[in-house]
């Protein structure tokens, strides 16, 4: 499908989010209304490359003197913590977790520089350190961490947890395998020449990055849909671009990718390790997602008998960002409660 280089470039910049630099605002900035049922802190953590994450603390009210089970969110890769993972955390938090949404490293308002930056290691990174801070939260319990990794950050949650034997249990939503489809493209429709094709220009664009003191960066999401678009791209501009999901720190809605931030995706498949997850996996995905085989082909590599892949039926991708007629809430608690809540 996306055979021409180019237009693989332009497509993965839906997915592969940059942010503009920008201080919150002290009043609501997020795309889902306020819930009172929850206070909210930001708060900092450093990573151990020494990146200073920032992130939206969701704690229930009323906080008794137990211990909580809790669970670092991220993604979809691109989007900001007071988009999907926000409403995600702002959610699970009503429920009786301790929730914390961050945004990655050189994105949103983490620190981190060159901006706009993506690295599977850095990116795979923040989880751990997410749960560095939670495990010393005091009203943390640091044997009780989970985390949720949405679209491209459902690749990271992975492999995070592949290395991280302190998340205790992983749930990943509309999983994209960002590795793979920047290498491969859409359906692994790129081949081992049109990859070297690719790999000419983005360093050639080093060389002129590196001559004019500044990254280009990639184009960003068209405005408006036009009909000869593929529907998940429509999809997409019907969240990023409109009321529904827009956030001017978001690259879906506003801003581009580094081009040369795909080189390191294209060189470092993050999922070699997968089948050695002990802990339990939830992995979700809409019935009609463009992106399903991520899921169920991630599903395929976990070994035992506590991982679970559910399909939403009548979904489609971008359905699982906020649809809260598709989003499976329950579905997530339960997991959630059955493996932090209630393990021993």
């Known amino acids: 499908m996306f055979k021409n280089i180019t237009l693989l470039l332009i497509a993965l910049v839906i997915i592969i989010g940059g942010i503009n630099m920008s201080n919150a605002k002290e009043n609501w900035d997020k795309t889902f209304p306020k819930s009172d049922k929850v206070n909210i802190e930001k708060v900092t953590f450093k990573n ?18 137990d211990k909580l089970p809790a669970i670092a969110i991220s993604g979809p890769f691109g989007a ?14 009503e429920k009786g977790f301790i929730t914390l949404a961050f945004d990655p490293s ?30 010393n939260h005091k009203n943390v319990n640091p044997d009780k961490i989970g985390i949720i990794g949405i679209c491209g950050f459902g690749g990271f949650g992975l492999n995070a947890a592949a ?23 859409y359906n692994d429709t790129i081949d081992e020449n049109s990859r070297y094709e690719m790999k000419e220009k983005l360093n050639a664009q080093r060389t002129e990055d590196f001559k004019n003191d500044f990254f280009v960066q990639s184009q960003s999401l068209p405005d408006k849909i036009t009909e000869d678009m593929p529907q ?25 990718w580094n081009i040369t931030s795909s080189l390191s995706l294209i060189n470092m498949p993050i999922l070699a390790y997968s089948s050695e997850i002990k802990n339990p996996v939830l992995i979700i995905h809409g ?48 997991f959630f409660t059955k493996n932090l809540k209630e393990s021993k």
């Open 163 to 185: 290395i991280d034997t302190r998340i205790k249990a992983t749930a990943t939503i509309t999983m994209y395998d960002m590795t793979r489809v920047t290498a491969k493209g």
């Open 287 to 334: 019935e009609n997602a463009h992106s399903r085989y991520f899921s169920e082909d991630a599903f395929k590599k976990l070994k035992g008998d506590n991982k679970e892949l559910y399909i939403v039926k009548g979904a489609n991708h971008v359905d699982l960002y906020d649809n809260l007629d598709k989003i499976p809430f329950d579905k997530i608690e339960g």
């Open 232 to 256: 998940f791209l429509k999809d997409y501009i019907g969240f990023y671009k409109t009321e529904r999901g827009f956030h001017k720190r978001s690259i879906g809605s506003n801003g581009g």
């Open 48 to 65: 151990r490359y020494g990146i200073t994450l920032v992130a939206d603390l969701y704690t229930p009210k009323n906080l008794g003197k």
């Open 106 to 135: 050189f994105t949103g308002e983490s620190g981190g520089e060159v901006r706009n930056v993506a690295s599977p290691d850095i990116n795979t990174e923040d989880f751990s350190a997410a749960v560095d801070y939670l495990s």
């Open 80 to 93: 900001v913590k007071e988009q999907v993972s926000g409403r995600y955390a702002q959610t699970i938090a």
